[in-house]
């Protein structure tokens, strides 16, 4: 028989998921609700999750512990190391930037020892969104987005190139798509990048999470 499942599998508040897989299990990890800041589950089939402890339970001093805002954590190995990138919002600038955190395990906990955010875009707004993707020579690379939408301006999707560990940007960032087209409305966001037959995807979503124009579109 094939097998079959019933949504939701995840059946708690675990928004904007991220999943990777270190050997034979999924790690997912989500925006912070349920009292965590980085929401994490397991499974072996994608289908049964268990729900696990948070994976980013100390912040850095550059994060407002007021407002902290952790949002769309997504991660990557490299070697025996995993790396977290993750929106929270900066206390010096007030904006929402990205961080990086480290950890030996992917289920944490990790660790941000970083005096400041890893991106932080904030004549645009801030940055949001990160999204680490390796290519098919093993380069890395980060795509975010600015966060203009935040104050009245363009919002665009980012890639830049990473260094081997992932744990600095190299180069500048390149603009890929914004949010020039109607069904877009006020902002592009989201961006995650699939490789195919030699063809890069870049899919992300556009207009309003709250509204009925909310869609996901890709550039290739």
Known sequence: DEPTFENPVI???????????????????????????????????????????????????WVNLNRPDVWAPEGSQVDDEFLLYYTARDHASGFQCIGLAISDSPQGPFRDPHEGPFVCQTDEGGTIDASPFRD????????FKNDGNCCGQATWLYGQQMSPDGRTLLGEPVRLVRNDIQWKGPVVEAPTMWIQNGQYYLFYSGNDYGGVHYAVGYAR
């Open 11 to 61: 059946s708690v508040n675990f928004p904007d998921p991220f999943i990777l897989r270190v050997d034979d299990t999924y790690y997912a990890y989500a925006t912070n609700s349920n009292g965590r800041n980085v929401q994490t589950a397991t499974s072996t089939d994608l289908v049964h999750w268990t729900i696990g402890r948070d994976a980013l339970p100390g912040l850095p001093r």
């Open 136 to 143: 098919a020579d093993g380069t890395l690379y980060l795509y």
